[in-house]
């Protein structure tokens, strides 16, 4: 995992401070720059003339670049004048194109650039990548000062799956916009190259280092679809230590001291190690049962249902989930909800004892609420209160289905092979007897 250092972002409501902050770093990086140059001369490693002089990266690097993590490029420093009295930094890397400075010897011809690029542009919508690279490479030989092209390349280069050359090319990018004055500098190249970044980070697995890139963008340049990749790595970030937290050993003892605490009646303890081992092992129905429990017993009911139902939801036939569900809507007085938890019950084991109480216990409860005599009209203001049944009612498909039981029940069996219309069809039924 590669370390990012802590560095003042510029804030897009303090543009003008940010802007001073920035300028005033430059200055005291030139007066870094001229110290170690006069202590290299000093030292005799530099020659008379200062023509050449090579160190590891990190002997000696710009503010600009102490940002980007370290990727063994050599750091070239030549005496001399480069126009603002400081001494010139380039950057070298292997395999890196030799068109990535700017060349003394070509003219550069923006024009001529821009119609490379608009060709590249329509070869990589058509996913030609290797002609959209040749086109993006030909326009950076025109316009070597110009970062979109090498971002364009880039993201050609992540459409072939080669993030090596994407993450070069988007670096380089960045340096060359970073080394031009303030005011030259373009915000959307800056923050086109850290969203690229992002994007390869993200692709490598490296969420934290990809949301890092994405928060940078945005400083510069607000792209739209930026939030959205660096919400899909926080969510793949978060997923991705959940799943390095998983261990079902360690879940079955907290299991164990969640058991031992709620049978001592200690239900707040217990529910810290249930919850413990629910995010060791969230595949394990009873966990989210025991915890279902807890809340049962805390009087959080609706908090229960959540985790009854997620218990059911992994294992379908377990019945002391399908009995905690409908206990607690139950408590609720959700009664049909609660009876058809019960009735779920006798489906999987015939005859159960608990089940059929349930059920009985259901319908005293409807009957007590409705009365014996219920008339007609008081039955469908119930079945309209409830959004459940009328979402269910107005619903085109299971119009058809109830008209075609209605004419021909022989084939209820057909459509209670499908789990779906089983469902609706059994909610719809029950809700309807228990309020008649």
Request: charged content about 30%; some cysteine; proline content about 5%.
């Given at each position: 995992?590669?370390?990012?250092?802590?560095?003042?972002?510029?804030?897009p409501?303090?543009?003008?401070?940010?802007?001073?902050?920035?300028?005033?770093?430059?200055?005291?990086?030139?007066?870094?720059?001229?110290?170690?140059?006069?202590?290299?001369?000093?030292?005799?490693?530099?020659?008379?003339?200062g023509?050449?002089?090579?160190?590891?990266?990190?002997?000696?690097?710009?503010?600009?670049?102490?940002?980007?993590?370290?990727?063994?490029?050599?750091?070239?420093?030549?005496?001399?004048d480069?126009?603002?009295?400081?001494?010139?930094?380039?950057?070298?890397?292997?395999?890196?194109?030799?068109?990535?400075?700017?060349?003394?010897?070509?003219?550069?011809?923006?024009?001529a650039?821009?119609k490379?690029?608009?060709?590249?542009?329509?070869?990589?919508?058509?996913?030609?990548?290797?002609?959209?690279?040749?086109?993006?490479?030909?326009?950076?030989?025109?316009?070597?000062?110009?970062?979109?092209?090498?971002?364009?390349?880039?993201?050609?280069?992540?459409?072939?799956?080669?993030?090596?050359?994407?993450?070069?090319?988007?670096?380089?990018?960045?340096?060359?916009?970073?080394?031009?004055?303030?005011?030259?500098?373009?915000?959307?190249?800056?923050?086109?190259?850290?969203?690229?970044?992002?994007?390869?980070?993200?692709?490598?697995?490296?969420?934290?280092?990809?949301?890092?890139?994405?928060?940078?963008?945005?400083?510069?340049?607000?792209?739209p679809?930026?939030?959205l990749?660096?919400?899909?790595?926080?969510?793949?970030l978060?997923?991705?230590?959940?799943?390095?937290?998983?261990?079902?050993?360690?879940?079955?003892?907290?299991?164990?001291?969640?058991?031992?605490?709620?049978?001592?009646?200690e239900?707040?303890?217990?529910?810290?190690?249930?919850?413990?081992?629910?995010?060791?092992?969230?595949?394990?129905?009873?966990?989210?049962?025991?915890?279902?429990?807890?809340?049962?017993?805390?009087y959080?009911?609706?908090?229960?249902?959540k985790?009854?139902?997620?218990?059911?939801?992994?294992?379908?036939?377990?019945?002391?989930?399908w009995?905690?569900?409908?206990?607690?809507?139950?408590?609720?007085?959700?009664?049909?909800?609660?009876?058809?938890?019960?009735k779920?019950?006798?489906?999987?084991?015939?005859g159960?004892?608990?089940?059929?109480?349930?059920?009985?216990?259901?319908?005293?409860?409807?009957?007590?609420?409705?009365?014996?005599?219920?008339?007609?009209?008081?039955?469908?203001?119930?079945?309209?209160?409830?959004?459940?049944?009328?979402?269910?009612?107005?619903?085109?498909?299971?119009?058809?289905?109830?008209?075609?039981?209605?004419?021909?029940?022989?084939?209820?069996?057909?459509?209670?092979?499908?789990?779906?219309?089983?469902?609706?069809?059994?909610?719809?039924?029950?809700?309807?007897?228990?309020?008649?």
């Amino acid at each position: 995992m590669v370390a990012f250092p802590v560095l003042p972002i510029r804030s897009p409501q303090e543009p003008v401070r940010a802007s001073i902050s920035r300028t005033r770093q430059r200055f005291v990086n030139l007066g870094f720059i001229a110290l170690v140059s006069s202590a290299w001369i000093a030292c005799g490693i530099l020659t008379e003339g200062g023509e050449k002089a090579v160190g590891l990266a990190g002997s000696m690097r710009t503010y600009e670049s102490k940002f980007l993590p370290r990727t063994g490029r050599l750091m070239v420093l030549r005496g001399g004048d480069n126009g603002d009295g400081g001494a010139e930094m380039e950057a070298e890397g292997p395999g890196e194109p030799k068109e990535g400075g700017e060349s003394k010897d070509v003219q550069p011809d923006p024009t001529a650039a821009e119609k490379e690029k608009q060709i590249g542009n329509e070869a990589y919508y058509k996913r030609k990548f290797d002609e959209a690279i040749k086109h993006f490479s030909r326009a950076f030989e025109l316009d070597p000062r110009n970062a979109v092209y090498l971002n364009n390349r880039a993201a050609a280069y992540i459409g072939q799956g080669k993030l090596e050359e994407a993450e070069i090319d988007a670096r380089r990018a960045l340096e060359i916009e970073k080394a031009k004055p303030m005011r030259e500098q373009n915000d959307k190249a800056l923050g086109r190259s850290y969203s690229r970044l992002g994007t390869i980070y993200h692709k490598k697995g490296n969420y934290s280092g990809a949301i890092w890139f994405y928060k940078n963008s945005i400083v510069e340049y607000m792209y739209p679809e930026t939030s959205l990749e660096m919400r899909q790595s926080e969510k793949a970030l978060k997923k991705q230590k959940e799943q390095e937290y998983i261990d079902p050993e360690k879940s079955a003892e907290a299991k164990a001291k969640g058991n031992e605490l709620f049978r001592d009646g200690e239900y707040p303890e217990a529910l810290k190690m249930y919850t413990e081992a629910i995010k060791r092992n969230p595949t394990d129905a009873k966990v989210w049962n025991n915890r279902a429990a807890c809340y049962q017993k805390l009087y959080e009911l609706r908090l229960g249902i959540k985790d009854a139902e997620k218990a059911v939801e992994l294992d379908p036939k377990y019945l002391k989930g399908w009995s905690r569900l409908g206990q607690m809507y139950y408590g609720i007085k959700d009664l049909v909800r609660a009876n058809i938890a019960f009735k779920k019950m006798d489906e999987i084991d015939p005859g159960n004892v608990d089940a059929r109480k349930g059920t009985q216990m259901c319908e005293a409860a409807a009957s007590a609420q409705m009365g014996a005599s219920a008339d007609p009209a008081e039955v469908q203001k119930r079945v309209q209160a409830d959004p459940e049944a009328m979402s269910i009612m107005q619903d085109p498909t299971m119009q058809s289905v109830l008209r075609d039981l209605q004419t021909n029940p022989a084939t209820a069996s057909k459509y209670m092979s499908d789990p779906i219309i089983s469902r609706k069809s059994l909610y719809v039924c029950v809700y309807m007897c228990m309020c008649m």
